[in-house]
């Protein structure tokens, strides 16, 4: 009993991470069309710069439970400057291109984006664990578990309500929808395209930012940290359909368990179970477990 | 027939020349130079894979798997039969290879575009998970690879291991060429353009692709199993993750899919390149590469080639 | 066949212009100077508490030598008379790239010799290479006792003990001071080094405490991996109360910050075989109560230690970099004094300035004076180092504001490691005959 809980809450925190990474990455794909490798670049930036404001603040003397603002500013600021810059400048230029193209400028974007990394912050890892020790632990299934990763729960809760309520619920929603659906229709009728693909990029550039950012006081950063990432984030986007919010949810819960499952019971399985899963849903429902039907256009 | 069009052909003229050509240089080289173009030439070897794939329209974004299936196999061969015989080798590699290729094309014959790189990738990433974590097959260490011998004689220095890799090299790049001509070569470009008026015509699309495939899986496996005599290392970061597979996808970008002797061009060119940069500006060494990488998508999107047919093209305007 | 004549031409042309730039930078090196490459993290996680501090102690010891500013036994002037250029190189990416690195140093840079490594998977990978190119390699931290086990290196030397002994000394310190310990798992990386010492730490309990039973299900993460939130969860599941890991780098770093918010320390005996980096690094983050080694007589377990040498190490370092030397500070300086030692006693026994294979004959079976304990070069046909080995436990001393290790216990090396000739593992399984500790 005691075990199944704390697998399925090991599963539940590292499916939460996974979705937050990840949604960013399925967005941009849903909107734009664009498997944006570059988007480790922005889980590494926001790592980078939250990390490097809470060592900041610390040093100022400012309280602990200052850096849980820090994180947010941080991959907010990553976001905007990047998303914006990168789309205006590069992506915007690509469109016409086929996909696959598309995908290798994202990968030469993140091989940019990593070195700007070691130039700006360096080379030595950094340490912002002071969010995490703020928070402090609570007991639960007869085990210890830090407050700040189950937080995550609540962060990747909040991240999939909002995506939905925007999408569902508000006129932005409604345009994207038309977007989607089809690019030259929502131009004819009048929807500024251009606007909604700068914001659809800073928001998924954001995202992925506020992955890093938020599981920096957990881990070392240090360069290289996203080049496992995203071939996770990848796995969790191509599992629950490229382009679907709920198949992102799904992917990363699937992930998260089978990951947790694999520590917990067969440790040498943990990377191999995730891609052959991966290899699998690609084998049998290449559009992802969760993807909306479409039509094919000949 | 066939005779003729071959005599008749510019290509293999000159890669026979350049064949010559370097196996004199060759002889002259110092340790390091030598080297180095041997670790271009087994990329550059591997990059003709992909760019055999790339005339179809597919681009593979797992290429690693088979570098590193290539490579894993030369390892493991020594590791449990001793065997370090280049021509034993070079048979583990490319029959690895294309056994695996052969397999996987059933399914990835049937994708395109993204999904056939998605896929590729998943496939080369469960090598990596499974060689990462498994003590037996070396885990993040990888193995050693010892010098290699040919038939029992242990040469002194590297120079017959690097005419091995010119030689093979240069047979690749005739048979691609070749094989660019045949009347099923001339089928896989068509597939690009328009892969239903291909079936109209009769032949069948899935079929072509997945004999490519295992061309495409046998050439890189091969190239993996040179990379890794020519190294003496075999490890999962630097042969079968998947910044190996975008490395390789690089460079057949920068080479262009013009010539069968490009990605040769273009590895070893990366090689040196790489050398120096590590030297002068050891941080800024990715950010050269992705920045590249933009400016070709950007400016030359049929890579450096491009460039030389440019000046190849001049010289004969002027003197036609 | 002349288009043909001419893309040769080109294509040959393309080839010789690198071969030819590569030419002109290939810089020839002064005679008078012995050039020596040191290879330690430069980059990435295992920068901070190893790579770096592993450079400092290289190169103040290089520098204090060349200027013969040392005291004795190391107060002559240069190595056998000539001083040494070193540069110092990056181990990180992966083996593959180690190897071509290693290659490019021999044949392009010219260097005389390689110093230092940090991890195993680097020593496994370069030591082959070095008999091939016939070059003077000596490695400063790495661990895995397969590197001469089972094989035969002529060129390659190791001044660090390996994992045998440390994991042998962590069971003998848990026998004398913890005393009750039964069931034990363990958390190590997934390579080399963390395989062999989870294996001979094993090995080494069940002879030293008869009735402890390790785990069925130890740990092992991919090194660098980070994130260790579900492995502390199936740790603390696990009924076992002691904890053994011989995590480093930043790995030890994160692990411990992760553990410590959620109470492991507080459930579990936690023995760190190479974590005292971290204890530096951390300073009233990392649990007091703690085991920790060094590795040898390194770092914070010598801190207090009296000597010359020793009290000029930490004064010097600390006047120069600011910190206290940590262990890989004392790991490299170690493998400079070993080159030293061998390069002097060359040079007095050929009269000259001494060559490589004077100099490789010197350093076998040597003994040598390091900076806080002696150590000598007797395993592994005389490549091997052997050294005494301690271990501590955490604690906060409120006088100098900083951690220190209590209730310190060094063991001598016949406790620790087999005699000549005899593989590690028969020995441990014989019940390590000879050792009387």
Redesign the interface.
């Known amino acids: 009993m005691q075990a199944t809980l704390t697998l399925l809450l090991d599963g539940l925190v590292y499916a939460s991470y996974l979705f937050i990474v990840s949604v960013g990455l399925t967005i941009v794909f849903g909107v734009m069309k664009i498997?944006n490798?570059a988007h480790g670049g922005f889980y590494a930036w926001g790592a980078y710069a939250a990390a490097y404001s809470i060592g900041v603040a610390a040093q100022l003397g400012l309280p602990d439970w200052f850096g849980l603002i820090l994180i947010g500013v941080s991959s907010m600021c990553v976001g905007l400057i990047f998303g914006y810059l990168i789309e205006r400048l590069?992506l915007r230029?690509?469109y016409q291109?086929?996909?696959?193209?598309i995908?290798?400028?994202t990968?030469?974007?993140?091989?940019?984006?990593?070195?700007?990394i070691?130039?700006v912050f360096g080379?030595n890892p950094y340490f912002a664990y002071q969010p995490m020790v703020y928070l402090g632990s609570v007991e639960l299934g007869g085990i210890f578990r830090d407050v700040y990763s189950l937080s995550l729960l609540g962060l990747a809760c909040l991240v999939a309500f909002v995506c939905w309520y925007i999408l569902n619920r508000t006129k932005w929603g409604k345009i994207l929808g038309t977007v989607i659906y089809d690019r030259e229709i929502s131009l004819a009728i009048g929807i500024n395209v251009t606007t909604v693909y700068v914001w659809t990029f800073i928001i998924g550039a954001t995202l992925g930012a506020l992955g890093g950012a938020y599981i920096s006081p957990t881990i070392s950063v240090a360069p290289g940290i996203s080049?496992d990432v995203i071939?996770l984030s990848?796995?969790v986007v191509?599992i629950g359909g490229m382009g679907s919010i709920p198949g992102a949810l799904i992917g990363a819960v699937m992930v998260g368990m089978l990951r947790a499952l694999a520590v917990h019971q067969f440790?040498?399985?943990?990377?191999?179970?995730?891609?052959?899963v991966?290899?699998i849903v690609?084998?049998i429902r290449?559009e992802g477990l969760f993807a909306p039907a479409k039509v094919r256009r000949? | 027939m066939i005779v003729k069009t071959l005599s008749s052909d510019?290509?293999i003229?000159?890669?026979?020349?350049?064949f010559t050509?370097?196996a004199i240089?060759g002889l002259f080289?110092?340790?390091?130079?030598l080297?180095?173009?041997m670790?271009g030439l087994a990329r550059g070897l591997a990059v003709l894979g992909l760019l055999l794939l790339w005339r179809t329209g597919l681009?593979s974004?797992g290429h690693a798997l088979y570098f590193g299936i290539g490579a894993y196999a030369v390892a493991l061969l020594e590791k449990y039969t001793g065997v370090s015989d280049i021509f034993l080798r070079l048979a583990a590699a490319l029959i690895a290879a294309s056994v695996v290729g052969f397999i996987l094309g059933f399914?990835l014959r049937n994708?395109r575009?993204?999904?056939f790189?998605?896929?590729s990738?998943?496939?080369s990433?469960?090598l990596?998970?499974?060689l990462?974590?498994?003590?037996a097959l070396g885990?993040?260490?990888?193995f050693?690879v010892?010098?290699t011998t040919i038939l029992g004689w242990q040469p002194e220095t590297k120079y017959p291991l690097f005419l091995m890799i010119i030689l093979i090299g240069a047979l690749a790049a005739v048979g691609v060429h070749v094989y660019f001509r045949s009347a099923l070569g001339h089928l896989t470009t068509a597939v690009r353009d328009n892969e239903?008026r291909v079936e109209y015509l009769g032949y069948s699309v899935a079929r072509a692709i997945h004999l490519k495939y295992v061309f495409s899986a046998a050439l890189t496996g091969t190239a993996g199993g040179l990379f890794a005599m020519a190294?003496?290392?075999?490890?999962p970061?630097?042969?079968v993750?998947?910044?190996v597979s975008?490395e390789l996808?690089?460079i057949s970008?920068l080479s262009g899919p013009g010539s069968v002797?490009a990605p040769f061009?273009g590895a070893?060119?990366f090689e040196?390149l790489r050398?120096?940069a590590?030297e002068l500006a050891?941080?800024?060494?990715?950010?050269i590469?992705?920045?590249?990488?933009?400016g070709i998508?950007?400016f030359l999107p049929r890579g450096l080639w491009s460039l030389?047919e440019h000046v190849?093209m001049r010289?004969?305007r002027r003197r036609g | 066949?002349k288009?043909?004549?001419?893309?040769?031409g080109?294509?040959?042309l393309?080839?010789?212009a690198?071969?030819g730039?590569?030419?002109v930078?290939?810089s020839a090196f002064a005679d008078d100077t012995f050039k020596v490459a040191v290879v330690s993290f430069l980059?990435g996680p295992a920068a901070g508490p190893f790579g770096e501090p592993g450079r400092h102690g290289a190169e103040l010891v290089i520098d204090a030598i060349n200027e013969g500013t040392m005291p004795a036994p190391y107060d002559s002037v240069g190595f056998g008379g000539v001083s040494i250029e070193a540069m110092f190189v990056?181990e990180s990416?992966?083996?593959?790239?180690?190897?071509?690195?290693y290659?490019?140093l021999i044949?392009?840079q010219g260097v005389d010799a390689v110093l230092g490594y940090i991890s195993?998977?680097s020593c496994?990978?370069i030591?082959?290479?070095a008999e091939?190119l016939q070059t003077l390699t000596v490695m400063s931290v790495c661990g895995t006792p397969r590197l001469f086990e089972g094989n035969n290196w002529q060129y390659t030397f190791r001044t660090q003990a390996h994992a045998v002994a440390d994991s042998v000394a962590a069971a003998l310190y848990i026998r004398d001071q913890l005393g009750d310990v039964k069931d034990y798992t363990g958390i190590n990386q997934?390579?080399?080094w963390g395989?062999d010492s989870w294996k001979f730490f094993d090995i080494a309990m069940q002879k030293l405490i008869p009735g402890s039973s390790g785990s069925d299900s130890p740990q092992?993460p991919?090194?660098f991996a980070g994130q260790y939130g579900t492995e502390i969860s199936t740790l603390l599941l696990e009924d076992a109360d002691l904890v053994h890991s011989s995590f480093w780098d930043g790995d030890i770093e994160a692990f411990v910050l992760q553990a410590s918010v959620r109470g492991f320390f507080d459930k579990k005996r936690f023995i760190s075989v190479a974590g005292a980096s971290a204890v530096d690094n951390l300073g009233k983050r990392f649990p007091e109560g703690t085991v920790v080694g060094t590795r040898g007589e390194y770092g914070i377990l010598v801190r207090e230690q009296e000597g010359e040498l020793n009290e000029w190490f930490i004064n010097a370092y600390r006047e120069r970099y600011g910190v206290y030397p940590l262990e890989s500070s004392y790991q490299y300086a170690q493998t400079v004094l070993a080159l030293k030692a061998a390069m002097d006693k060359a040079a007095a026994e050929s009269g000259d300035t001494p060559n490589k294979e004077q100099i490789i004959a010197a350093m076998k079976g040597l003994e040598f004076q390091s900076l806080a304990g002696n150590v000598s070069l007797t395993l592994g046909d005389g490549h091997q180092a052997v050294h005494p080995i301690g271990y501590g436990v955490t604690a906060w001393d409120d006088e100098t504001d900083g951690p220190k290790l209590v209730d310190i216990r060094i063991y001598p090396t016949h406790c620790l490691l087999p005699p000549v000739n005899q593989m590690s593992e028969e020995w441990l399984e014989a019940a390590m005959p000879g050792a009387d500790c």
Do not use: C
């Not at chain 1, 943990?270 to 052959?276: H, K, R």
């Open positions: 498997l490798v590069i230029r690509l291109h086929e996909e696959v193209i995908l290798l400028a990968f030469g974007l993140f091989l940019v984006l990593e070195d700007l070691l130039l080379v080049i071939v990848f796995a191509v440790p040498e399985l943990e990377l191999f179970v995730v891609f052959a991966m290899a690609l084998m290449p000949i | 510019h290509t003229g000159w890669v026979v020349a350049s050509t370097l240089v080289l110092p340790n390091w130079v080297n180095g173009t670790f681009i974004f399914v994708y575009g993204i999904f790189a998605m896929l990738l998943a496939f990433m469960v990596y998970g499974v990462i974590k498994s003590e885990s993040t260490d990888g050693s010892s010098q239903i190294l003496g290392q075999v490890d970061d630097s042969m993750n998947w910044t975008g996808v690089f970008v002797a061009i070893v060119a040196f050398t120096f590590f050891p941080h800024a060494w990715q950010l590469v992705g920045g590249t990488l933009l998508i950007f030389m190849l010289k004969e | 066949m288009k043909g004549m001419l893309h040769s080109l294509l040959a393309a080839l010789s690198f071969t730039a590569s030419m930078a290939h980059t990056d990416g992966g083996n593959a790239k180690q190897v071509a690195e290659r490019n044949e392009k195993s998977g496994m990978a030591a082959p290479v091939e997934n390579y080399a395989q092992f991919k090194i």
